[in-house]
Each structure stands twice: as C-alpha cells, then as structure tokens.
C-alpha cells in the first residue's frame, strides 16, 4: 500500500483550512471519497441515468445492471451467500431500524427479550427500545466493565431462552474495541436468538465473514467506506429475511395489487420500495472497487499501526484520559484534556487543520458510564499518515499551552 497513491486519489485532502495542510481525522463520523468513486456517480449521470427495474429502454436497462451489479459486489465484500440477502438502506440506522421493526414483530412475544449494551450507538439502541415497546419485550443490557467494554461470561448471563435477538457493534465508535462477535453469536444461537451486527465501524477497516462469523444481520454505511451518503446495506440470512414484512409500502417492491389485498416479491426487492438509491448503490459499487483493489488486509494493517502509534503518543500527554481498553483498538481513539471541554480542544484543533470530532458520538449511555458529558475523538482511515498523528500531536501541544496560559 502506497500511502502516497492513495492519498493523491482524494482531492479534498489537498485542500488547507485557516492556512494549515488539512489533517481529516473524522473518517469514524464519515470518510473521503476517492476519485474512483466521484468518477463513477458522474459516469451514471451522464450516460445511464434512468430509473431501474421498470424500463425496457437501454438507458434502464444499463442503470438496472449497474444497480444489480453493486449488489454482487456488496455480497461479494462481507462474503454472504448470494447476493439476494444485500438489502440497500439509507444506511446502518436505517438498515438497524428496519430489522428492529419487523423482525421483533415476526419473532417477539409479549414477555421475550432482546439483549444489547449501553456501549451501543444510538442508532443500535433507539430502534430496540422502540421496538421492545412495542411487542411488549423486555430490553435488557449486558452490563458494562469500568472500561466500557462487556465480557463473554455477563453476555452469558444476560442472554437465555426468552431471549429472541440480541444485537451489539462490531466495533465501538467510542472505544474503537473489537467486540468478540463471533462468540456472541454462538452463546445467542445456543438460547435460539438471532444476532445483529452493527458493522459501520467495521466494514471500513476490517475484511468482515458474514459466514465466518455466522452472525443474521449486519450492517453497514456507506458513507464511512468512501462511498456517497445516503447509501447502506442490511446484511440478512435470507430465511430470516424471508420471515420479515417490509417496513415501507409502494411503488417497486409489489408483486401483484389489488384494490383490498396485494401481494410483494421477493426479499431482497421488497424492502425496497420506490426508486431506490441507484446513484448511492453505484457508488458504493465503485468504492467496494477501490478498496479491494487495495486490499482489506493492507488497509487494515495499516489502521491498526496508525492507530497504535497515536495511541502511543497520546499516552505520552500529561493529563490526558483515553478512553477503552489498550487492546482490540481498530481505527480511533477517544480522549479528553484535564478542566478543557472537548468542544474547545476540537476548536483550537481545527484553527491548526486538525478535524476531530467532539461530543457524545451518539452514545449518551456510555458518557455517563464513563461520568463524561463529552469526548474527543480522533479517527483514522487508509489515507491517514503518521505525519498527521504528529501534526494532532503538535496541535494538542498549543492548545495545551493556550489553557494554560488562561489560568
Ligand atoms: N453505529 C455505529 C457504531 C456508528 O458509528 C454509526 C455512525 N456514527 C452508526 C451506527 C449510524 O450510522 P449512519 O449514521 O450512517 O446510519
């Protein structure tokens, strides 16, 4: 992996913020896109828009293949059977959402149970609350260890046979630990639950085995892969998915419709309603393309080291907290200045080109888990280099020196 290559098909990381280099280290929150990627959604808008599915012109025809096609590539990344269980979302929250809605529904009685942490994002733990609500199930959190990580044995004791789903992150958009996934399937298989994976922090970084870790969902964003907003996928074994009622009603995803009853294809397709996300799908597509061209195994190689390395150095910092275990990190690291508020550390940061992220990421549970309203969190991905973790390093050293200077 040459980083200098990969850097050079950015073009937004050419630019300089308040006069300094910039130095993006917020891809947690949402990655660059490559030119690969902004190539190919202008390539579909100049020469094969149309809608997908209902045309039999070529314009239709071309945009139907290329949106089919970025399904392949999608079942093809995370290795599912066929590529009829890639369900194209919004993105995770919608993916989550969906499987949240109807199959608790499918599943759940009143009195069931559906087993997640207080680790989760918001969007991993709004939907199951609403769901639970609503089915009557009881929500129940496998508790958390003073570093905000949870262990085999608790998920053990939390998980049994009322338990119908249990849902956690692959990886932690706080802590950047790597949860023991695989096992957890097996213990929610062992009591007959289904698992879902949050993977939008993994399958940026990690080469991800739907198969290998035998797991029922898992999804991802778009977005966070250097592919276009507005792009997800729901990863579902398709007997599972199969078991669900689609969530949205309408144009698409019918099969037959009559004025009192109608009828819907397939999954994949069903879910689907109304014109889907082509130019979105396309482009994930596209960035699938770039990344494997690259190689998950090279980029995740390269992650882990960046961001050892800035962990390392943060380590170094009088006064600094990290937060989450020491090892399994993959991809971030969270932190926070003694007596200075997250939200001016990422100021000060940004006047130097530094883009990090403040606030509670979505994870208000875990803050409080953790007495903090707030962190930093700095974020790395492929095109990431060890001169920016220094130029971080640089620029928590002024900011430092500026608090200081105040007192
Ligand atoms: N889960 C995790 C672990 C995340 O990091 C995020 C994005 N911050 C989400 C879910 C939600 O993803 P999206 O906003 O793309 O739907």
């Given at each position: 992996?040459?980083?200098?290559d990969?850097?050079?098909?950015?073009?937004?990381l050419?630019?300089?913020?308040?006069?300094?280099?910039?130095?993006?280290?917020?891809?947690?929150a949402?990655?660059?896109?490559?030119?690969?990627?902004i190539?190919?959604?202008?390539?579909?808008?100049?020469?094969?828009?149309?809608?997908?599915?209902?045309?039999?012109?070529?314009?239709?025809?071309r945009a139907?293949?290329a949106?089919?096609?970025?399904?392949?590539?999608?079942?093809?990344?995370?290795h599912?059977?066929?590529?009829?269980?890639?369900?194209?979302?919004r993105?995770?929250?919608?993916?989550?959402?969906l499987?949240?809605y109807s199959?608790t529904?499918?599943?759940c009685?009143?009195?069931?149970?559906?087993?997640?942490?207080?680790?989760?994002?918001?969007?991993?733990?709004?939907?199951?609350?609403?769901?639970?609500?609503a089915?009557?199930?009881?929500?129940?959190?496998?508790?958390?260890?003073?570093?905000?990580?949870?262990?085999?044995e608790?998920?053990?004791?939390?998980?049994?046979?009322?338990?119908?789903?249990?849902a956690?992150?692959?990886?932690?958009?706080?802590?950047?630990v790597?949860?023991?996934?695989?096992q957890?399937a097996?213990?929610?298989?062992?009591?007959?639950?289904a698992?879902?994976?949050?993977?939008?922090q993994?399958?940026?970084?990690?080469?991800?085995?739907?198969?290998?870790?035998?797991?029922?969902?898992?999804t991802?964003?778009?977005?966070?892969?250097?592919?276009?907003?507005?792009?997800?996928?729901?990863?579902?074994?398709?007997?599972l998915?199969d078991?669900?009622?689609?969530?949205?009603?309408?144009?698409?995803m019918?099969?037959?419709?009559?004025?009192?009853h109608?009828?819907?294809?397939?999954?994949?397709?069903?879910?689907e309603?109304?014109?889907?996300i082509?130019?979105?799908?396309?482009?994930?597509?596209?960035?699938?393309d770039?990344?494997?061209?690259?190689?998950?195994?090279?980029?995740?190689?390269?992650d882990?080291k960046?961001?050892?390395?800035?962990?390392?150095r943060?380590?170094?910092?009088?006064?600094?907290?990290?937060?989450?275990?020491?090892?399994?990190?993959m991809?971030?690291?969270?932190?926070n200045?003694?007596?200075?508020?997250?939200?001016?550390?990422?100021?000060?940061?940004?006047?130097?080109?530094?883009?990090?992220?403040?606030g509670?990421?979505?994870?208000q549970?875990?803050?409080r888990h953790?007495?903090?309203?707030?962190?930093?969190?700095?974020?790395?991905?492929?095109?990431?280099?060890?001169?920016?973790?220094?130029?971080l390093m640089?620029?928590?050293?002024?900011?430092?020196?500026?608090?200081?200077?105040?007192?």
């Amino acid at each position: 992996m040459n980083i200098s290559d990969v850097r050079a098909q950015f073009p937004i990381l050419k630019q300089k913020v308040h006069g300094q280099p910039l130095v993006y280290l917020d891809s947690a929150a949402s990655a660059q896109k490559p030119v690969q990627v902004i190539e190919a959604l202008k390539h579909y808008y100049e020469n094969d828009n149309a809608n997908v599915h209902r045309g039999v012109h070529t314009l239709g025809a071309r945009a139907t293949d290329a949106y089919e096609g970025a399904r392949v590539k999608a079942a093809r990344f995370i290795h599912a059977k066929s590529e009829r269980e890639i369900v194209f979302t919004r993105g995770t929250t919608s993916a989550i959402n969906l499987v949240a809605y109807s199959y608790t529904r499918a599943v759940c009685q009143e009195g069931d149970e559906i087993v997640i942490s207080a680790m989760e994002h918001h969007s991993n733990l709004l939907p199951w609350q609403q769901a639970a609500k609503a089915v009557g199930a009881q929500l129940k959190y496998i508790p958390l260890q003073p570093d905000g990580t949870f262990t085999l044995e608790d998920a053990e004791r939390t998980i049994t046979s009322r338990t119908k789903i249990v849902a956690t992150s692959h990886i932690s958009n706080v802590l950047g630990v790597a949860n023991p996934v695989k096992q957890l399937a097996a213990i929610a298989h062992k009591h007959g639950a289904a698992i879902l994976i949050d993977g939008a922090q993994s399958a940026p970084h990690i080469k991800v085995d739907v198969q290998e870790l035998d797991c029922d969902f898992y999804t991802f964003s778009g977005h966070k892969m250097c592919a276009p907003t507005g792009i997800g996928v729901l990863y579902g074994k398709k007997a599972l998915l199969d078991r669900m009622e689609p969530a949205e009603f309408g144009g698409e995803m019918i099969d037959h419709v009559d004025l009192h009853h109608s009828s819907w294809k397939e999954a994949p397709w069903k879910f689907e309603g109304g014109t889907p996300i082509i130019a979105g799908a396309i482009g994930l597509g596209a960035a699938i393309d770039f990344l494997e061209e690259i190689g998950m195994d090279n980029i995740a190689e390269h992650d882990r080291k960046l961001t050892a390395y800035a962990v390392e150095r943060l380590n170094r910092v009088d006064g600094l907290t990290i937060y989450g275990p020491e090892d399994r990190r993959m991809g971030l690291v969270t932190f926070n200045l003694n007596d200075v508020h997250p939200h001016d550390v990422a100021t000060v940061l940004d006047n130097y080109g530094v883009a990090v992220r403040a606030g509670h990421h979505c994870c208000q549970p875990l803050m409080r888990h953790f007495q903090a309203a707030a962190t930093a969190r700095a974020s790395f991905y492929l095109y990431n280099t060890e001169e920016d973790i220094d130029r971080l390093m640089f620029a928590l050293h002024k900011t430092i020196q500026y608090f200081d200077d105040q007192e």
